[in-house]
């Protein structure tokens, strides 16, 4: 990743862990359309299946950024 020199570890963890907490509230989001989804009657199974792969797409995101806030020498 490009050095931020102005910017302190402390804060690059700030923006990560913020970043993450959004993607935690989206992913708590999908969750509800996904119950939502399969309470109906015929539940769709292609909005399920998109449903499904944004899920999957959030974790690989938050995995990505939970990386990167190991690297900061921060707690």
Known sequence: ???YET???SEKASSI???I????YQKYSLEL?????NAIAEPD???ISSIQLQMSNLDSKQAALSNEL??????
């Open 1 to 3: 990743m490009e050095e």
């Open 7 to 9: 910017m302190s570890d």
């Open 17 to 19: 862990r913020s970043k």
């Open 21 to 24: 907490k959004n993607i935690q």
């Open 33 to 37: 359309d996904l119950v939502a989804e």
């Open 45 to 47: 199974a292609a909005i």
């Open 70 to 75: 190991s690297l900061l020498n921060v707690v």
